[in-house]
């Protein structure tokens, strides 16, 4: 980071403690505006920053707008920010002197050895850990958004207190501002639950919170990307299995998921036994691999599943495709000797960047590594880590760490994928594991005729099947490339007498495999044209008397517009090369 940068927004550091110092701002406007609501926690988020306040309702748009007013004075006002601190029973009786019963619960919570600070501005003080911005003269008033007010918990507990959250964002410009909030304005046009239900592709029913219903549009589209996945895998070298949705007790003890992740597992009795309902494929992979016996001559071993899991989401969390209950997952395990290690990560990058290039999504890495709950040694950890660190340093990729954030068993490379707006979605992910193969003593005969145990990595490239579909819906704004599209070519009709000839044009591209639609409505052209262009279908071929004479079509592009007329055959050809490149278009 240059020195210029580090009193930027280029500086993530910055960037937080300008938007922690602006949550200290809308907490004292709230406080002038509002001095009998209490204060609960106001940090910087990803993404802007929020308070919590006990109050006993939400605040309406225009008190959102009289509190940012507030929060521009405070801001003129140039107040310098002061940090003191204060021994615990002097901090606890200073809080409730002020009739602040959260921050008397948070005081009370901190260890023993906690240095208890306090930040000052003007009139108002609140306990906090900083650190801030030196006066609120460093925060430009027009700037600023309040952006939400939404119910929350104290403390994330359910049981406890409802408080009302306030969101909100700033800007050291207001071009800056405005820029923002431009794109939360389209990415409320293209969120996917929006879209889905338009375009007829899923449905979510209140008979099955967090669990989706695919309409047909939707299973085109799934099959189709499904069918991508395993042209992708067989280009690859995979093979494919399925394995039992239910499995026994005893397999997920085994694995350690019994132990480490019961609580988002969902499970069953049969004949008086402990079953569970699979939230991952990888135990059922260790099995098909112990099936048979295994040489050093069939590996790397690649075995890829769609498989079908159930994870136990709380209902709070539950966001259409993007946090489900139920999901496809393109999982993949690699069975491999430790000497192939490296070769393997790295040719599985390649493939992630041959699928995520295809629909035009950028990425960023992080490193995962060991978090508290887990198991194996920490040199092994530290060993694998390294592994993971070389292979992607050696192919020219960068990442950052994420202390703490590994799977139980191993340490992981998870990729986040930046669509068309900017934002980022945590999608790809490769885990290295040599925790499982020992915990199924998994076996493979070395070149010197002895057993050996191998190591391997879980996968997945496009993650939850549902997930990414939400993910490319938003990106695409729901205009889905052709060779993804579940109506690749609308065709509409001028006349009741060109009717048979679209009928006939839809029967010969059908035949040659593609997705045709005719639109027998009794509408005007320019009503059919403004549907389907709603629609957001690729192409429309706009047929006449005058095409029926000539045998040509008038295809029209969702982006383009009017193609000009020509002989179908030349559209076929061109709707061919579209599909077979994957063309974004």
């Known amino acids: 980071m240059s020195e210029e940068n580090l009193y930027t927004f280029e500086n993530p550091e910055y960037r937080s403690t300008y938007w922690h110092t602006c949550s200290h701002v809308l907490a004292q406007a709230m406080k002038r505006l509002h001095p009998e609501v209490k204060l609960a926690i106001g940090p910087s988020i990803d993404n802007g920053f929020y308070y919590d306040f006990d109050t006993p309702a939400p605040f309406s748009e225009s008190q959102l707008e009289e509190l940012e007013a507030e929060m521009r004075k405070i801001c003129k006002e140039k107040l310098k920010l002061e940090r003191f601190e204060l021994p615990r029973e002097e901090a606890v009786k200073f809080m409730e002197q002020k009739q602040e019963p959260y921050k008397v619960e948070l005081i009370n919570d901190l260890p023993e050895d906690a240095v208890i600070s306090f930040y000052r501005q003007g ?24 952006t939400a007010c939404n119910a929350a918990y104290w403390r994330g507990d ?91 007790r005893q397999l997920w003890e085994r694995s350690g998921h019994w132990d480490h992740y019961k609580q988002n597992m969902y499970t069953t009795v049969i004949d008086d036994e402990d079953y569970a309902i699979k ?37 709070g969390a539950l966001h259409g495709l993007f946090r489900v209950r139920c999901f496809s ?16 990560i790295q040719e599985t990058v390649r493939l992630f960047d ?33 592994i993971l660190k070389n292979a992607i340093t050696d192919m020219g990729k960068d990442f950052v ?13 998870d990729f986040h994928l930046a669509d068309s707006l900017g934002r980022t979605w945590q999608c790809g992910t490769i885990q290295l594991d040599s925790q499982l193969p020992e915990r199924f003593e998994l076996e493979y005969v070395g070149e010197d005729g002895q057993k050996h145990r191998p190591v391997m990595i879980h996968r997945v490239v496009l993650g939850s099947i549902e997930r990414f579909i939400g993910v490319i819906t938003e990106h695409f704004a729901g205009a889905f490339p052709t060779w993804l ?15 048979a000839y679209a009928d006939d044009l839809s029967a010969k591209l059908d035949a040659m495999g593609f997705r045709p639609e005719v639109d027998h409505r009794n509408e005007k052209i320019g009503r059919k044209i403004r549907d389907a262009q709603m629609e957001k279908v690729p192409y429309m071929l706009v047929v006449g008397d005058r095409d029926m004479e000539a045998g040509t079509v008038s295809p029209r592009h969702h982006s383009e517009g009017d193609l000009g007329a020509m002989r179908f055959e030349d559209f076929a050809a061109l709707l061919k090369d579209v599909v077979d490149t994957k063309a974004r278009k």
């Open 279 to 315: 939230p991952m494929n990888c135990p059922g992979g260790m099995l098909v691999y112990s099936s048979e016996p295994h040489s050093y001559r069939d590996l790397p071993l690649r075995v890829g599943e769609i498989g079908l899991v159930h994870r136990h989401e709380l209902s």
């Open 401 to 413: 760490i994420n202390e703490g954030d590994g799977a139980f068993y191993g340490p992981k490379l």
């Open 329 to 344: 997952q393109d999982d993949a395990h690699v069975f491999m000797t430790r000497e192939q290690m490296k070769d393997v």
């Open 354 to 386: 041959e699928v995520y290039s295809t629909f035009g999504l950028s990425y960023t890495i992080e490193l995962s590594t060991m978090p508290e709950d887990h198991i194996g040694t920490v040199e092994e950890w530290e060993r694998n880590q390294d």
């Open 123 to 146: 009139e108002f003080t609140d306990l906090c850990a900083g650190p801030h911005l030196d006066s609120t003269g460093r925060i430009k008033g027009n700037g600023i958004k309040l």
């Open 485 to 499: 599209a579940p109506v690749q070519v609308k065709i509409l009709p001028v006349t009741d007498r060109a009717a």
């Open 158 to 248: 359910s049981s406890r207190q409802t408080l009302q959250r306030i969101y909100g964002v700033a800007f050291p410009k207001k071009e800056e501002l405005d820029e923002y909030l431009a794109k939360i304005e389209e990415a409320k046009k293209r969120d996917h639950r929006k879209l889905g239900k338009e375009l007829g592709l899923f449905m979510l029913r209140d008979e099955g919170p967090g669990f989706p219903f695919f309409l047909p549009k939707g299973m085109v589209l799934k099959n189709t990307l499904l069918d991508y996945w395993r042209q992708v895998h067989k280009k690859y070298g995979y093979v494919e299995i399925s394995t039992p949705i239910i499995l026994n």
